[in-house]
C-alpha cells in the first residue's frame, strides 16, 4: 500500500501519513474519496488508533434531544450534527457514542453511534431490561483494542443483575456479581477511560451513614473494583455533587463546588496504582460569575485542558428575561474567560435536558458491525 500511494504523490508516504495525521476527522471523511489507496490508508486500524492518540478533547451537546454541536477548544470553531432522535444519555469511548433514547420503541432505545462518520448501530435490549433502573458502560478488552462491550447492571432494591453485550456474538451474557452493600450509580457522573469505566456511586452502611466512592469495571477480567474514595460529600450540602473526567488518559479529576461558590479541581494518582488518591489540582474562586450558581454547576461538563486550566461548558440564566444562555469558559486560578457562547433558550423549555454536554474525541473507529 505504501509504494502505491507514494507512486502517486511527490511527497515519500511516510510524509503524507504524518501530515494526515494531523488533519481533523471531518476532512479525513472527505479524503476517503480521493483516491482508493487513500481509502484503504484511512480505513486501517494502525492508523485509526494512532490518528485518535494525536486528537485532542472537544465537547460535544446535545439539547432538545435532537439537536447537536461539537466545539473544537482549539479553534473555537462549531459544528452542526446529525443523528438519532431523543437521546437522553451518552458514554464517549474512543470516539464512539454509547446513546440512550427516550423512545417507546424498544428496538430504539440502545445504540453505538460516530458523529463524524454518520453511522448508527442499534443494540438489541437485553430481555430482563428495567428501563430507568438500568445503567450501562461501555468500553473494549484491553486485550484486542477493537473488541468494544457494553455493560448493562440493574440494582434495583437489593435486585442485583450483571450483563455484558458482545458484539461478535450480538447477544447478552449474564456475569457473575455479588456486593456486600446496596449501592447506587450517579449514572450521568461516569467516565470510559483507557478500556474501562468509573462511576461517582453511593452506599448505605450499617450505621446510617452514607459512604461515597469511585467504581471500576474492568471490562478485560469483567470484573466490579473500588479505586478510591470520594472526599468532600456529605450530608449537610456544604459541598454540592461534583463532576468526574479523565485526565491524562490513566486518571481521574473531580470538579467540586461548595455553597460559598468556592470551586476546586481534584486528580488522582494513575488508576493502575495499588493505591489510588486524590490530591487538590488547583483552586478557583470567580467573582459574581453567574456559574457558581448551584443550577449552573450541576448541568457543567469540565475537563482540564492545560495545565492549571480547566475547560467548562455550562449554562447560565439571565434572570430578567429568563433566557438560559450556554457558554463555554476557560478557568484557571483567579481567572476566569468566557469564550463563546453556544446556544441560548427560555427556562421551562420542554426541549431541554439536564446534562448539557460531554467530552469527546472525534475519530474514524468504525461502529463496531
Same mark, same amino acid.
Given at each position: 500500500?505504501?509504494? =502505491? ?18 488533519? !481533523? ?59 438519532? =432522535? ?15 433514547? &427516550? ?10 453511534? @460516530? ?5 448508527? &448501530? ?45 458484539? &461478535?456474538?450480538?447477544? +447478552? ?5 455479588? %456486593?456486600?452493600?446496596? +449501592? ?11 478500556? @474501562? ?23 478485560? *477480567? ?5 479505586? %478510591? ?9 456544604? +459541598? ?24 476546586? $479541581? ?29 443550577? =449552573? ?15 467548562? +461548558? ?5 434572570? &430578567? ?22 446556544? *441560548? ?16 474525541? !472525534?475519530?474514524? $473507529?468504525?461502529? !463496531?458491525?
Amino acid at each position: 500500500m505504501a509504494s =502505491s500511494i507514494a507512486s502517486r504523490s511527490l511527497l515519500p508516504y511516510e510524509l503524507v501519513e504524518n501530515i494526515l495525521y494531523k488533519v !481533523p476527522v471531518e476532512c479525513l471523511v472527505r479524503f476517503k474519496s480521493t483516491c482508493k489507496q487513500w481509502c484503504a490508508l484511512l480505513n486501517d486500524s494502525r492508523f485509526i488508533y494512532k490518528h485518535l492518540e494525536l486528537s485532542r478533547e472537544g465537547l460535544i451537546r446535545v439539547h432538545d434531544h435532537k439537536l447537536y454541536q461539537y466545539i473544537n477548544l482549539e479553534t473555537l470553531a462549531l459544528s452542526s450534527l446529525q443523528g438519532p =432522535s431523543n437521546i437522553y444519555s451518552m458514554i464517549h469511548c474512543d470516539g464512539l457514542l454509547l446513546c440512550q433514547f &427516550k423512545s417507546d420503541n424498544i428496538d430504539r432505545n440502545l445504540a453505538i453511534w @460516530n458523529p463524524f462518520l454518520s453511522l448508527v &448501530k442499534w443494540i438489541k435490549l437485553s430481555i430482563s431490561y428495567t428501563g430507568h433502573w438500568d445503567i450501562y458502560g461501555f468500553g473494549y478488552d484491553n486485550l484486542s483494542r477493537e473488541n468494544y462491550k457494553i455493560l448493562r447492571f440493574c440494582n434495583k432494591l437489593g435486585y442485583e443483575e450483571t450483563e455484558i453485550y458482545e458484539f &461478535k456474538t450480538k447477544l +447478552w451474557r449474564s456475569v457473575d456479581y455479588s %456486593c456486600a452493600y446496596s +449501592w447506587y450509580a450517579w449514572y450521568d457522573e461516569a467516565v470510559s477511560m483507557d478500556g @474501562n469505566m468509573y462511576w461517582f456511586v453511593k452506599r448505605d452502611k450499617e450505621n446510617s451513614q452514607t459512604e461515597n466512592f469511585i467504581l471500576c469495571f474492568d471490562f478485560s *477480567r469483567e470484573i466490579f473494583k473500588e479505586t %478510591c474514595c470520594l472526599p468532600f460529600i456529605n450530608c449537610d450540602d456544604v +459541598w454540592l455533587l461534583p463532576h468526574l473526567s479523565g485526565f491524562r488518559g490513566d486518571r481521574l479529576s473531580k470538579l467540586s463546588k461548595d455553597k460559598y461558590g468556592k470551586i476546586q $479541581v481534584w486528580v488522582t494518582n494513575k488508576v493502575t496504582d495499588e493505591v489510588v488518591s486524590w490530591s487538590k489540582y488547583f483552586n478557583v474562586t470567580p467573582q459574581y460569575l453567574s456559574i457558581v450558581s448551584r443550577e =449552573s454547576i450541576n448541568n457543567t461538563t469540565f475537563f482540564i485542558h492545560k495545565t492549571n486550566r480547566i475547560m467548562l +461548558w455550562c449554562k447560565e440564566e439571565d434572570v &430578567k428575561n429568563k433566557d438560559i444562555y450556554v457558554h463555554v469558559y476557560e478557568i484557571c486560578e483567579g481567572v476566569v474567560e468566557k469564550l463563546v457562547e453556544t446556544g *441560548r433558550h427560555r427556562r421551562g423549555d420542554k426541549g431541554c435536558i439536564t446534562k448539557i454536554g460531554y467530552i469527546f474525541v !472525534p475519530s474514524l $473507529v468504525p461502529v !463496531p458491525e
